[in-house]
Structure formats: C-alpha cells, structure tokens
C-alpha cells in the first residue's frame, strides 16, 4: 500500500512534520512559561497522519478536525504566525483570537475549523459533504475523529447517513491508543474501528499511522475511491501522542516503558531514515532543517509577544450574527 | 381576502422561499411523501424534489448537526423535527454549535438554518412528546427564536427566518387546523417584534404561542368585567420587543405574563424582569405582576388531566381581576 | 434453528398471538369510535416477535420496550384489564393512566416500561444489566427497538458500552421494514442490522421474524450465550407491521401489493397452518379459541367503558418526587 | 477547625456516601486513575474499585441513560459530566427521562440519580466549554437544581443529592481550590434552602454559584459607601427558598439578581419574578429590580475578552448604587 516518496514529496512531508513538531513544543514551552492561556492538546508523535492526510488530496478538499488540530491546520497550509497569533488571543489570528488553540479554522485553505466537542465535527462534516455534493463540487470532506470520539452517537448517525446519501466523506480515523485517559483497548469494543465500516457498507481499511508513506498512499486510495464509488470511505490510522493529553497530563494511566516503545516508532525517526538510507537526505540537511524551522518559529514568537493586538468588547459583538441578542 | 390554516400558512412560506432560492431545503424525519409528522409538508418533495427535501433517519442530533454543516457550506436548511421535546436531542448542535458558529469564527462562518419544530400539550400524547421546552434556546446568546400564534404571523416570520443570516428556532403550536386571514402575496414579518392582538387600556397581557387564542378568551370574558386589556402576542422571545411591552404596561399600569410551560423557570421571568427592571414602568405599575403559565407536572397522559395543565382562560380571568382588588 | 412446539406449548403461543392481534384490533376500533384519545402504534403482523420473545425467557428477565408495545406487555404476563385501563387514562391502568398507550409498565412481571423517544429506551436497559451484573443477577434485560431507532446515536452508544462491560443485554431488534414511512432500503445503511454487532464485538444473528418458532429458539439460544458468555447478544428479527405507523396512517409511502405478499406470511396463520397439519389443532378450535379471546376483551372493555374512575390533579401531584417543584 | 478546597468537599462528599451505601456509585469519563477531568475523584477507584466507580467512553447521552436505568433497578449513580456543556448531549435522558419517569410510572419507578457538571468560563476553553447553562434544568418539573458556592454547602448538598429519592442535578463551579471551613464529621444540608451569606439592611443580593464570591466582593466594597448588603445564596434554584428571598427584600426594599449566565433568559427572570408576584414584596420594593448577568455573547477565548464576560464586583456596585438614586 505504502509508496515510496521521491526526494523532493520526501522533503516536503518531512518539513512538514519537523515543523509540527517543533510548533508542538513551542506551543508546550509558551504554556509553562504562562505566555499562553488556556488548554492545548498537542499531536506529538501523530505528525504522520497530520503531515499525510491532506497533502495527499486536492488543495480544495475541506478538513473538519478535532481539539487536536494543530498538525491538520498546518499541514493545509495555514501561517505559523496567524496560528500562533491565535494562541495569543490577538486579533490577527485565524479566528481573532476569538476561537483559541481547540478552534483553529482557515477558509483560504479550506478548513472548516473544529469542534471542541469530541466527535461532534463528524456531524458538520458530513453536512458540508451533503452540500458539496448537492453543488456538484469535485471534492471531498475530511472528518478527522479519535477512538475516543468514535464512542459518540453522532458518529454512528453521521456514517449512516454518508452512506445512504453516498456523501464524499473520508472519515480519518486517529486511534492513538487513548482518549483521556482511557484506553482505547478498554472503551472501544472492537479492535480494529475499521471494523465498524461494516455496519454502515462503508469500506475502509486501518493502516499504520506513524508511516507517513503509508497514510499519504492510503488516504489517495481513499480519495480515488470515494470519487469513483461515489461513497464515503474510513480510514483508520493506527498511531500515538507521545504527548500528554493535554497541559498538566501526568500521563498515570500508561506506563514509561509503552511510551518507550513506541518513540521508536517516531513517524519523523521513520521516515529520516528512510530519506538517509535512499540517500535522499543527510544527517547534516536534517539538522539544518530543524535548526531553520526553529529559526522561523522562534522569531515569529518573539515578534508577536512584543506586538499584541486584541480586539475590543465592541468587536467582538460585532461577530454575532446581526441582530442576535441585545447587550 | 382568504383564509388559511396555521399548517398551510407554514407550508406556503416554505413553498415561496424553496421557490425563490434553490438553496432552501427541507431536511427531516419524513418529510417526504408521508408530508410529515404534522403534514405540513406534503406535495414538497413531488414538487421541489430530493434536491430540496431531504428525507433523514431517525438521528436528531446527527441530522441538525449535518443541517449546521451544509448550512456553513451556502445551504439555506430549514429543519423540522417532530416534536419540541427531542430538541434535547439536536440541543448540541443547536447551542454548542449553529449559535457560536459566527462567533467563535469571528463572523467567517455563518449558519442559516431554520429549526422548525411544534411545543405544547392537547394531543394525548403524554410526557414524552407534549412539553414547551423554549428556554432551552432563550439563554443562548447567537439564537433569535420565534413562536408565532397566527397563520399569517407564521408566514412572515418564517419566510424572514429562512432569509436570516443567523440560526432561527421557529417553534409551532399543534393547533395546525386553525384558519385566519392570511394576506394574498409576497410579505415578511420582522423577526423581534410584537404585535398587540388586542387594544385595551387597563390591564397587559404578554404571551406567545397557543396561549395566544386563551389570552383573547380571557380578554373577550373580561370585557364583561368591564376590564379593557390589550394583548400582546410576543411573536419572538429572543430578540425581545421590548419597548412595545414597557410602552403597553406603561400605559396600563398593570400586567399578566401567559404562556403553556411551567411557570417555574419559563419564559415568562424574562418578560417580567424587564418590565421591572425599568425604572418608568416599575413606577408605572399599579399592582404587582402576575404569570399564569402551565402546571408544574409532566404531561399525564389521560384527558381530563391534561387539559388541566395549560392555563384555562379562567386562570387568566381570575389572575387579572385579581389585580383591581378594589373591584372585585 | 427453529423449534418445534408441542401440542401445549404451540396453544400457549397461539392464544397469545391471537389476544395480541385481537387486543390490537379492539385499540383501533375504540379509537375509532373515539372511546380512546391520543395516538397509539399497533403491532398487527408483528404477533411472532411479541410473543416469541418474553416466554422463551425466564419470567424474572427485565423488558425495556418501545412505543409499540402492547404486545410485548402482554406477553410478559399483564391483565388485558390493566393495559385496558391505561389507554383509557383509567385509575386502574398500567400507570394509573399517567403513562397512556406508549407507556406501559408493570414491574410486577419485570416490564420496565418503554421510552416514547425512539431508541432511548435502550440505554436504559443497558443501565438495567448494568446494575443487574453489579447485583450477581441471573438475569437479563431485553431492548426491544425498530429498524428506525436502529440509527440513533444512543444505541450505538448503549451497544459499546454493553460490549466492553460484558453486559447481559439481548438487544432485540424488530426490522418491521419502516419507521414510521421511511423505508428501512433508504435509511439503514445495510441489509442487515445484525451486522452491526461487528462494530462491536457484539455476536449477533437475523432470523425470520414471522416464525414464532424460529424467534422463539432464537431467543432461547440467545440467551444461553448471553449467560455462558457474560456477554451481550443482538438478535434481528426480520417482520413486518400490517398496520400502519399510528392511527390515521395512509400508507402512501408502500404498495398494497407489498402488504398482500406479506399478507401471506401473516405470523398467526403460520403456526396456525402448522399446528393443524401436525393434528395439534382443528380448524373448529382455532374458531373457539379466537371467539373466546374475544368474549373476553369485549367483556373487560365494555365494563370499563362503564365505570371510569380518573385520578384527580391531587393524586397526579404525588406522584412527582417528593419536594419537586412547587405548584 | 479544618479548611477543604470546594473540590475536597466534593469529593468527601462522595467517599462518605459511597462508604455508607455500596449503591452509590460514580459514574463518569476518565473518573477513575485520571481522577477526574477537574480532579475530584483522585482515589475512589482505588478505594471502592470497579464496582462503585464506573469508567464510561466518552458517550454523554448513553452513559447518563445507562445511569437512569442502573438507577431504576436501585443504583444511586453519581454521573460526572466533564463540562456542563455537555448537558446539551445528556439532556434526553435528564428531562425526558429521569424527571418524568416518576410521575409517568404513577410513583412505581424512581431515579435515584446525581448528576455532577462544571458550569462557567474563566479558564481560557473558549466558546464550547465555558456556559452556564442551568436553564436547561430549572424550568423542568421532576427535577431538582443545585449550585452550591462554598465548600461546606458543596459537600452538604451533595450528600443531600445522593440520598434524595429522584434526579437532581448538582451544578459546580470551576474555583475547585477555593479553600474554606467544612466542619468535621457527618452533615447534610436540606436542598431548597438559602442561605444568607452576609447580613445586610439596605439592598438585598440574590445569586448563587460562583457569583456568589463575585457578589461578596461588592458588598465590600459597598461597606465604604455605607450601603449594608444583605446577600442571599440560593445554594438550590429549584425548588427555590422563595421565603427566604423574600423575606430579605421586604426587609431592605432594594434588590440585585446576580449571576454568570447571560441575563436574557437566565434564572434571575424566575427570582425577579417571585418577588414582584408577590404583593407584600412587590409593595415594599423602594426602587426597580437590577440584575447584572453575563454579557450576552458566546465565552472569546482571548483572556482580556472573557474577564469581562462575567459579572464583575464592581458592575455589582454600579448596579446597587444606581438604586440609590438620592444617594449618587
Ligand atoms: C463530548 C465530549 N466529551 C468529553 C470531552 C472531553 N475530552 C476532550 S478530548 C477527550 C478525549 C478524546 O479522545 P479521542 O477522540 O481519542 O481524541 P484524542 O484526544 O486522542 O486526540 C475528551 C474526553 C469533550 N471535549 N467532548
Ligand atoms: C427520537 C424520536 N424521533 C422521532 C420519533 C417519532 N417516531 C415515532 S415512531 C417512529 C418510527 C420508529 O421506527 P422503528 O424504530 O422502526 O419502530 P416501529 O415504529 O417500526 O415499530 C418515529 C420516527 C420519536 N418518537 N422519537
Ligand atoms: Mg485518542
Ligand atoms: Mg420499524
């Protein structure tokens, strides 16, 4: 299933997940020095799904993700700095600072932004692919959702109505092994959630997510098949957040030595090396890599800490949809 | 002039605003060929198609939520759930969701979606599928929700609902046989403001909804009385016609609330805070203020009982005159 | 699968489908007549599943139903004068007449009751096993629920955790081909609910709803799983409601060529035919026994037509939790 | 004389309840090892194990409906629910289930059940996790509605909740470290009683829950203005302690309804209500009823933004001086 990326996709995907990563941590260091507020749900160790889902589909296609979407909007190609910016609450941030770290969206780059409310962003999905499909569009709807989430009911409703209705939806699946704290080998019922592609005669197959070749080839398989079939497809990514939940996770409910054992599957460790041994890359261009994108990081960081711009009270209402409520 | 049906009434506004504008869809739970729940769909689907009428599975949360979706992506939705009470279902994407949408984007996304769905008891249907749930929406900040009593009231309201920018809740009563004038035409009601059913001089009384047609018993028993009372129908909880309620109470001095929920927590409590949060009017008042609202008791199933929930046009009487104690 | 019933047994399920379909004919004509107010939901072709169910169980087994319920209560052993009562809103019904026709309960033959909010009532029956697990109960809880709740949310919701919990649960759904008029073809996205039990590790199995013999054995071999393995069952039975929806139901949304062919697999006439041809029964007896069954019905509604005794608004008010709202 | 964190009280609450009846079990997502997304189940399932603390997927309606029926068979379940926003997903099995199964079932069947949720902003989680959202319950008959402030009431009320026959649902604020005197040994508070936080003559505070704190902080600042405050905590909204509210107002013929949900159709409506219904009230008012609410908009993430959401002492202040108006 996997393809074997040429050196210059191999670099792309490669800085793609180096960046998520190192924006990961800076977001992880802006929060224990209180330079952010709030909660944020980091996707360490996830970035071969983030970094493989929508580079492998039309720049058109729309995202919907999750609470954990940092990695999904950086790789649709949003600006570190309007992301970060976001973080800082400041009124150049994607939603103005109005939505935080859980509520990242993009209209430019077609994402639709996220729900907070673990699963109910497959809903929304599912309804922007009715329309899509009403309109004719040629494109498709990603649903990202966790093995958590895949626990609500509005999930089993959503893929039972993309199915009946033939909807263009690639409902991507990120089992990292936990929800919270729980484990998904204790909360979801079956061990594979592309088993439950069955119950709605929705195809789907479950792959390694850490193999960022592997998820890019199968979400293009997805992709083709939604188009040709005309039918939603599921696509499980089997993966996990080397992260803690979210900020002050002590991570109780796992032990060390799991933790251990998969950061030796670390989706960017993975595919370095496999770009050093195609003779792709050097340990010297991976340095250099990561030493630019912390470069690039770094400075936007410094810059918007120094330039805070917030938006009024007044603004602010200015968002509410006209005449809704009075002050 | 003509007359029609509250249900019919509904469905031409429907039928007018699909016409206009292909992106008005009806989604729910038959809506098709069986015309729905209440059939105030029928002949929809045979005319408009399954591009705008979209027959759904029994998933309420699931096909509101979809409805917010295709509703971000140009859709024009308007919803119809069967009955008020599963609106516990659809509350998620509702007020988590449609209302905060414009908000949490900072006015990138928008969500104009109608939530069509009937409230309130007589049916015989018991707990479960008879109550007035509207205070499930009036705190929500980013929700106008409408409760329209007359045929022609709904027709406007709903067609200025299907044009609005933002999430509308557009709740029904389950008198849809109910026939009144019904202007000939194209015309739209604005959402947010009241209209006063009745002129009268000594007492207000503010409702919306069914209870519409028992405050105009009351008020057509009470001229008896020689009490002339001016009944303002609401026609939209949020945003509240305020000034038409202040300027009626200040000019009556005295004023009963009336709706079919339970008192306790209802609706009727906002009304009552802004009348005597008001200095003029609080100073206007010349006798407390008075709710008549619906029992403190789920829906019982048998007759008898249930037609003792909802306020009676005597509750209403006697609330009233229970204001002039010098005349009683 | 099937069973064959002896002659006793085979009398003692016949006399029950034939008071269920009575007892229903007797609802439809007294709403006619409007002796009854209100909607109610008739289960007139669906006699091998109400009656197939609760008598190959053990009689402390817990029932959850749904708003078409009246025979599922009579097949737990309640009084026609009892049931009788509630749709008449009488003091003497199933629920004092606070519950009505979508609502009957009677825990005295371990029916808990239904939920009118279509699939809702599942959760609670898992909560029912739950606490029934906690309490080393022998027993189990059946969900009754149709082919339309089979996409609400909750019952997904309710199958995951009765799977992980190893619950003793026999989700028991009756594919009566419609929910209300939408055709099971275009809402349920497979062709067979049993197949949703892959989505949760749940074993499961789809037999002949018409047969009474066929269910019956199927419920008891459900059941002897449920019990050896700790685990929750779901059992499809595939019928079909003669009826329409509630009263008043035109049934625009089929052919009344679709109704004549399962005219022909009516489920009384199934056991009927078959009981005369193993010389279980004659024709005469048949007669007698619905003429009977009738005698009895037209008795109990006529006296209760005659002599209705209400609760006053005073008795409703007490049965609200103690202190709950003022009035 | 000890101190406890309202989250301590809570939790003692619980592990003495647990401890006297092995019916009382907590049910929730992430309860057990985690202890709770605000950490206030640290240790129960080490102690009572898996048969008195239940881990749930996350599946809010479900679990909530799988606690109405392990409650009708005789658990006592205490579900928490992460974040009060969430209730939109419970709301099913709450007002259409537990509320109503009593009286549906003519007393035959009871819902012994706790419901525990987080209600308010201030902690930086944006639009979807920050409502107040105590109206979906207050206006349901069947249920009962708690919001306590300090850790003492906290921990009383809620073992109250746990032994009451039916639903009630046990609102929490998010200052889970707020430290205070709980005192030693076995108590219970009644549900439905107020409680007069601080004496006062001159304007009477009603509120409840976290505003509480915020109100306290007025009246403070008050003292130099010479103006005495009398400030009633609700602890329960439904049944509400209507005596004691009152009984304040006629005493100081001034009053503020206070709270963090947006005003417009938030509970203060019902507290204004009672009080202006009231003839010997309404007659002792010396000026109009205030409120001062949450800013009707859904929670912005950005910190400036949502600090100013909620009540503030000083809008308090504003708001009782304007009934001042010689005064000023
Ligand atoms: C409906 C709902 N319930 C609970 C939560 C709290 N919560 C936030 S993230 C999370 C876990 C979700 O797990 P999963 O779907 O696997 O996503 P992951 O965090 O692993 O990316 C929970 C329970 C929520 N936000 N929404
Ligand atoms: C949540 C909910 N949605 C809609 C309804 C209205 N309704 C009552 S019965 C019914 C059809 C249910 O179909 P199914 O589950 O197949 O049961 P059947 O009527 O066939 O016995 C519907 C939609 C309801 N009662 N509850
Ligand atoms: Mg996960
Ligand atoms: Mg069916």
């Given amino acids: ?327 | 002039m003509r007359k029609l049906s509250y249900r019919e009434a509904i469905r031409e506004a429907m039928v007018e605003e699909m016409a206009r504008d292909e992106q008005v869809v009806v989604i729910g739970e038959d809506v098709g060929c069986y015309g729905g729940c209440f059939k105030v769909t029928p002949g929809l689907i045979e005319r408009f198609g399954t591009r705008q009428v979209i027959e759904t599975p029994v998933s309420e949360e699931g096909l509101v939520g979809v409805a917010v979706g295709a509703a971000m992506m140009g859709m024009r939705p308007i919803v119809e759930i069967m009955y008020g009470d599963f609106s516990t279902l659809a509350a998620d994407p509702i007020i988590n969701h449609a209302a905060k949408m414009s908000f949490m984007t900072a006015g990138q996304v928008s969500v104009p979606m109608v939530y069509r769905t009937p409230m309130g008891s007589g049916t015989g249907a018991a707990a479960q599928h008879t109550q007035s749930l509207e205070v499930l929406f009036t705190n929500v900040p980013g929700l106008k929700v409408i409760y329209a009593a007359t045929p022609a009231d709904a027709k406007g309201l709903l067609k200025s609902a299907v044009r609005d920018p933002g999430p509308v809740i557009f709740l029904e009563h389950k008198l849809y046989g109910t026939e009144d004038i019904v202007p000939e035409g194209e015309y739209t009601i604005p959402i947010g403001q009241a209209d006063i059913k009745r002129q009268g001089t000594d007492v207000t009384i503010v409702t919306y909804g069914k209870t519409v047609f028992t405050a105009f018993e009351a008020a057509q028993i009470l001229e008896d009385d020689e009490v002339s009372v001016e009944l303002v129908d609401l026609r939209t909880l949020r945003p509240l016609d305020t000034a038409t309620i202040l300027a009626s109470v200040r000019k009556t001095g005295r004023v009963v609330v009336v709706h079919e929920a339970p008192g306790f927590g209802g609706f009727a409590g906002e009304v009552i805070a802004q009348i005597v949060e008001d200095p003029a009017t609080f100073a206007a008042l010349r006798a407390p203020v008075a709710r008549v609202c619906g029992k403190e008791l789920p829906t019982p199933f048998n007759k008898t009982l249930e037609m003792q929930l909802p306020p009676s046009p005597h509750a209403i009487v006697d609330a009233v005159l229970a204001l002039f104690p010098s005349a009683v």
Same sequence: chains 1, 3.
């Fill in chain 1, 1 to 327: 299933m996997a393809i074997a990326f040429d050196r210059d996709r191999g670099m792309a995907m490669l800085s793609l997940m180096v960046r998520s990563r190192l924006f990961e941590q800076k977001v992880e260091a802006l929060f224990s020095s209180h330079e952010m507020h709030g909660t944020t749900h980091l996707a360490i160790g996830q970035e071969a799904v983030h970094a493989g889902v929508s580079p492998a589909l039309d720049p058109n296609d729309w995202i919907v993700t999750t609470h954990r979407c940092h990695g999904h909007t950086l790789a649709k190609g949003s600006s570190v700095e309007a992301m970060l910016a976001e973080f800082f609450g400041l009124s150049n941030g994607l939603a103005k600072g109005l939505g935080g770290s859980m509520h990242l969206l993009d209209l430019e780059h077609h994402n639709a932004g996220s729900s907070a409310v673990v699963g109910s962003g497959v809903a929304l999905a599912t309804g922007m692919a009715l329309q899509l499909k009403r309109m004719d569009s040629p494109n498709l709807v990603v649903a990202f959702f966790g093995d958590g989430a895949s626990n609500r009911g509005v999930v089993h409703e959503s893929m039972n109505m993309a199915s009946i209705w033939g909807l263009p939806v690639l409902f991507l699946c990120e089992h990292n092994l936990y929800g919270m704290s729980s484990c998904a080998d204790e909360m979801v019922s079956v061990d594979s959630i592309a088993k439950r592609g069955v119950a709605y005669g929705i195809e789907s197959s479950s792959v390694d997510g850490n193999d960022i070749e592997v998820v890019y080839a199968a979400v293009q398989d997805a992709a083709a098949y939604i188009h040709k079939e005309g039918k939603p497809y599921l696509l499980e990514t089997k993966t996990y957040r080397f992260s803690g939940h979210s900020k002050n996770d002590q991570r109780v409910y796992r032990t060390r030595e799991e933790e251990r054992v998969w950061s030796q599957k670390d989706p960017i460790k993975i595919l370095r090396d496999r770009m050093v041994s195609r003779g792709h890359l050097t340990e010297e261009e991976f340095k250099r890599l990561e030493v630019q994108e912390q470069a690039v990081l770094d400075d936007i960081a410094e810059h918007l800490i120094k330039q805070r711009h917030e938006l009024t009270l007044d603004e602010a209402y200015s968002y509410m949809y006209a005449d809704g409520g009075s002050r």
